[in-house]
């Protein structure tokens, strides 16, 4: 087997929309696994309209989260295309991952309890919008309904601003990456068992779980954390700057960083008793930040950063997505892929030194209908 192909031979039908379930679909292409991605006939996934811009006909982004796989249409309320999803699910697949909304499919017939009994070693994967069970199990989700119920936009932004969606889909490609962990596993344990297993993660439950953090301060000590614009509760001074050349975030996330960055800045401040230790600086952070941003802001931001690296203070500049896509370490990790001509980015992993990638383009809607739906 392929050491850069470790999926090499697994097949997933992926029926998904959006953004959550074809960035697992992704993920497992780029890993090696044949990926066959169904798609309603007509307009087929919403993402292929979500632009501009456009690349061909199809909106980038759908282009971004859907390289590396096949594509059929399945008109589920149509007894023969059913029937025909449920015989490729049956003869040909080791895994599916669903995104549709509460109640799609048991509407259209599909028993998939009947269908796990009939093929035990396949693996399901229900990625729903709030789990399955509770008082919101049955609404419809997408990402910043996610982060707006998880508490993540309460943490995210300036206090006393209006709310901030964090910029983004991080609780979709969240939720697509915790389905990946949990089909892996299941993968894993069915070598050894023969057996498969239903899978379940929803963008609610990968909210919370990005909250861990805020939510178990909150269970010490009872405080409602407020935002701190690019700053962490917890930590300080650790935040963006402006220097006089352009933001830089500072991390100084410990006494000897703070000691050093107060010697790099001439600020006598790190003997000071309001900040000795984190917890006091932590305690002061509304007296502290000022200092430390004005002796920020009348530095050169070149300059401080090379007198920042000399004395090991964690810094780095603020990316636009122009400046960051073509930086010079983005290029050398080689994270980027090409299909049908559109630079991507690919999963950021490594196998024995080689990057895994799918370098065929997104399926056009219904591309492989005649092959694989024959």
């Avoid at 292929?48 to 589920?76: H, M, V």
């Avoid at 995104?99 to 599909?110: K, S, V």
Wanted: with cysteine; proline share 6%.
């Amino acid at each position: 087997m392929d050491a850069n192909k470790p999926l090499d031979g697994i097949t997933v039908v992926e029926l998904g929309h959006s953004v959550a379930a074809p960035y697992a679909g992704m993920i497992l292409a780029d890993l090696g696994a044949r990926v066959i991605k169904v798609e309603n006939p007509g307009k087929g996934d919403y993402a292929r309209g979500w632009g501009p811009p456009f690349w061909g006909e199809t909106a980038s982004a759908f282009a971004a989260l859907n390289r590396g796989k096949e594509g059929i249409t399945i008109n589920l309320a149509d007894p023969v295309d059913a029937a025909r999803l449920r015989r490729l699910i049956a003869e040909e697949a080791d895994g599916v991952i669903q995104n549709l909304r509460p109640g799609t499919l048991e509407r259209h017939g599909f028993d998939v309890a009947a269908m796990l009994r009939d093929k035990p070693s396949l693996v399901w994967c229900d990625l729903g919008a709030f789990g399955s069970v509770g008082p919101l199990a049955a609404k419809p989700g997408y990402d910043p309904l996610a982060q707006a119920t998880s508490g993540i936009m309460s943490v995210t932004g300036e206090a006393g601003r209006p709310p901030v969606r964090v910029g983004v889909s991080l609780i979709d490609m969240g939720s697509g990456m915790w389905s990946v962990i949990g089909m892996l596993a299941a993968f894993f344990a069915r070598e050894r068992s023969g057996e498969g297993a239903r899978v379940s993660t929803s963008l609610f439950e990968t909210g919370l779980a990005w909250m861990t953090l805020p939510l178990a301060g909150y269970e010490a000590d009872g405080e409602v954390r407020r935002p701190y614009g690019s700053g962490a509760a917890e930590i300080c001074p650790y935040q963006a700057f402006q220097t006089r050349g352009g933001w830089m975030m500072i991390a100084a996330g410990n006494d000897a960083l703070f000691a050093k960055l107060c010697r790099v800045l001439g600020l006598d401040l790190a003997e000071d008793p309001r900040f000795l230790t984190n917890a006091d600086r932590v305690r002061n952070r509304e007296i502290l930040v000022p200092l430390v941003a004005e002796a920020v802001a009348a530095q050169e931001f070149d300059a401080l950063a090379g007198a920042l690296d000399a004395v090991g203070v964690p810094n780095a500049p603020l990316l636009s997505v122009d400046a960051v896509a073509r930086h010079q370490q983005t290029e050398a990790l080689q994270m980027a892929v090409e299909a049908d001509g559109l630079r991507l980015m690919g999963v950021p992993l490594t196998m024995d030194g080689a990057r895994p990638r799918a370098t065929k383009p997104a399926p056009a809607l219904g591309e492989h209908d005649e092959r694989i739906k024959a």
